[in-house]
């Protein structure tokens, strides 16, 4: 093992040399989410060329694929979101293990505390990825028990994506062009009313049916605002049956069941819904501003006058969820000093196409592209600038994945069964008290 490490320096010292075609044609896999779009973006060379998540990271790796002088080739492998995780947990036994993954920042410690993954930092040395450009946060995000283990690659946030025309036609534009949006409980279903009786049309769609758990994101987004930890810093304790959720939880249901949104739509439905021009606000992430945007642009949707809202502070300061997408390099034995070269050399073109990237409409986490007036001029940024401030993520625990799905269940029984928010939020403490209490 010695020997390899040896060996793996030495090409990393070769290929920073800038000593082009040193290693010969080498493969390496690369796993990830973001859907197949081979069929629109399988040949475009050039990122700046691609449009929304899965064409941008498709476009990417082809343009590295063709650019890079160590002859280098990305293999992408594609899962489906929800069996992500899952997936890649197998590959540990199976012997397939990827060289570069993707990771969200609320999933690092499982696989980090079980020393599943590469300590980066001096990697990230040896090939010139300078630290010290990412935000705070972002780095923090990156790095469990103090060693770093991912490169990150935004902060991702819940949003208003906003429906003008509908909201005009409503009466909840101002005179200066921004949108009138509620800033509390009574004056969200008040407008809400309103917004239906004026248009006949949902005040807000949402993903309400499945696993993507949109309106747990909107609840811990509204316990933060109330100034309560949903998990405390230290990942042993949740608040969750509290009066706070209950009013949170409470505010939820009465937007479904006053008929202000549509039960029955999940994760493609609501941004279809929205497109179609059947609703107001749609709630949703970051990722989504580049294509509504575009989609509005292209005259094809529904959908015209497009705008992007900060979450606005309902219950109080305007805090919403926030998480991260990073690429981490698994554990792998069996890797060679070519193929960590190969994989190092990848990330690093990631981290420097990171103004791509934030293309989608993600928030960048690089300082030198925040501050570049390339992603000042990229559409609806000043819209949700705040949104970098407010961006508030649960602690860094073990199986955090897991306490989201506990939470959802119980969540959207509310709505999908009429459970009434007292008896959701108590499922749901006790669901999530089980999974800490097996963390400890």
């Given amino acids: 093992m010695h020997h390899s490490k040896l060996l793996a320096r030495l090409a990393l010292a070769t290929a920073l040399t800038g000593v082009a075609g040193t290693a010969s044609a080498v493969e390496i896999s690369f796993f990830r989410f973001f859907g197949d779009c081979q069929t629109d973006y399988g040949t475009v060379m050039k990122a700046s060329e691609a449009n929304g998540e899965c064409g941008i990271i ?52 499982n696989f980090s505390d079980r020393d599943l993954l590469v300590p980066l930092a ?45 909201m005009a036609q409503a009466g909840f534009v101002n005179a200066d062009g921004s949108i009138k949006l509620p800033t509390s409980p009574e004056e969200l279903i008040a407008m809400g009313k309103e917004f239906k009786e004026k248009t006949g049309k949902f005040y807000i769609a949402s993903e309400s049916q499945s696993s993507e758990g949109m309106m747990v994101r909107l609840w811990e987004s ?42 029955a739509l999940d994760y493609p439905g609501a941004e279809q819904a929205f497109l179609n021009g059947e609703a107001g606000i749609l709630i949703n992430g970051t990722w989504g501003v580049d294509n509504y945007d ?43 000093p070519e193929e960590t070269e190969a994989a190092l050399a990848f990330i690093k073109f990631l981290n420097d196409n990171n103004f791509q990237w934030a293309r989608t409409g993600h928030l960048s986490v690089r300082q030198s592209v925040i501050a570049s007036p390339e992603f000042a001029a990229l559409p609806h940024r000043s819209e949700y600038a705040a949104t970098a401030d407010n961006a508030t993520a649960l602690p860094v625990v073990q199986n955090q994945r897991a306490i989201f799905s506990a939470m959802i269940t119980d969540l959207n029984a509310m709505w999908l069964t009429g459970t009434e928010p007292a008896d959701a939020l108590a499922a749901m403490q006790d669901g999530v008290d089980q999974i800490l209490r097996r963390n400890r």
């Fill in 58 to 109: 498709t476009a990417l790796t082809n343009q590295f694929n063709a650019e890079n002088t160590i002859g280098a080739k990305v293999v992408t492998q594609t899962v489906d979101w929800g069996a992500y995780y899952d997936q890649l947990t197998a590959t540990y036994s199976t012997g397939n293990i990827p060289d570069v993954a993707v990771m969200h920042s609320s999933v690092l410690p």
């Fill in 222 to 263: 509204f316990m933060w605002q109330q100034g309560v930890d949903v998990l405390s810093a230290d990942g042993k304790t949740a608040s969750i049956n509290t009066p706070e959720g209950e009013k949170a939880a409470a505010l939820i249901k009465a937007i479904y069941d006053e008929g202000l949104a549509n039960t």
């Fill in 122 to 166: 001096d990697g990230f040395a040896n090939v010139g990825i300078d630290t010290a450009d990412f935000v705070p946060a972002a780095l923090k995000n990156a790095t469990t028990n103090d060693t770093l283990y991912a490169l990150p690659y935004d902060l991702h946030a819940l949003l208003f994506h906003v429906n003008v025309d509908l």
């Fill in 294 to 336: 575009s989609q509005a642009k292209s005259g094809k949707a529904v959908l015209k006058n497009y705008a992007v809202a900060n979450l606005p502070g309902i219950f109080g300061a305007p805090k919403v969820w926030a998480d991260s997408h990073m690429w981490v390099m698994p554990k792998d034995e069996g890797r060679t």
